[in-house]
């Protein structure tokens, strides 16, 4: 970009937990969204987004994955991957409705906070590939061009009064829009972690490349 850009706060919009651990190192931030640590398929954030959250964590639409290891919602086709508990096999623990009015209560907080927050200032969303997930149905992908500019007219009309800022990973070519406030770039995979941040020194790179700084160097969940 060629020059700094400070931003207000930096919040990911999935697919997956990759995007928001890399977040969290690299602008040594812990504030929390409610994008964070689902797998989201690209338009199961479109209509998260467009329906406000509404039927979210319905017990009707919440559904243990054959393979145990997650828990799909049915009705925006995302996985809660993180949002359950686990016996000591990391299977997902198969009584899991006891557990959701706690977990309306959490997103209800960040979902708040996401609407709230973002009105106002300088934000910097971050979608990463969604890649692919036997668990969930089959989504075309959000790396294409459209989508992504599509996603920001979304993000525009539900933020009018906010400066935003969207950076889409993997897409295949290094480049902005002609707006300027769209950008999409390859994170080099170097594997040089064996988890959820797949690769910090690509996330690094990408992060530095951009050029975004944000306002607060720390903040609170």
């Known amino acids: 970009m060629g020059k700094t850009i400070v931003v207000d706060r930096v919040v990911s919009l999935g697919a997956n937990c990759e995007a928001v651990c890399n977040i969290r190192s690299y602008y040594r931030s812990e504030r929390a969204f409610p994008f964070d640590w689902w797998v989201t398929p690209y338009n199961a954030l479109i209509a998260l987004l467009k329906s406000r959250f509404e039927g979210l964590l319905d017990p009707h639409n919440l559904v243990v994955?054959?393979?145990?290891?997650?828990?799909?919602?049915?009705r925006f086709n995302i996985l809660h991957h993180h949002d359950f508990l686990r016996d000591k096999d990391g299977k997902i623990v198969i009584d899991i409705e006891p557990q959701i009015q706690s977990l309306r209560e959490k997103y209800k907080f960040l979902i708040d906070r996401f609407y709230q927050e973002c009105q106002?200032?300088?934000t910097l969303f971050v979608r990463n590939r969604t890649g692919f997930d036997p668990n969930l149905i089959p989504d075309s992908d959000d790396i294409f061009e459209e989508r992504i500019l599509n996603l920001h007219e979304l993000l525009a009309t539900i933020f009018p009064k906010a400066t935003i800022y969207l950076m889409s990973t993997n897409v295949g070519k290094r480049g902005s829009s002609e707006k300027k406030d769209i950008i999409w770039d390859?994170?080099?995979?170097?594997?040089d972690a064996n988890d959820y941040r797949i690769s910090p020194r690509g996330w690094t790179e990408l992060f530095?490349?951009?050029?975004?700084?944000?306002?607060?160097?720390?903040?609170?969940?």
């Open 186 to 191: 390859e994170i080099t995979n170097y594997h």
């Open 208 to 221: 530095d490349r951009q050029g975004f700084k944000l306002e607060a160097e720390t903040s609170q969940s």
């Open 65 to 74: 994955t054959d393979d145990m290891r997650s828990v799909r919602c049915n």
């Open 120 to 122: 106002t200032g300088r």
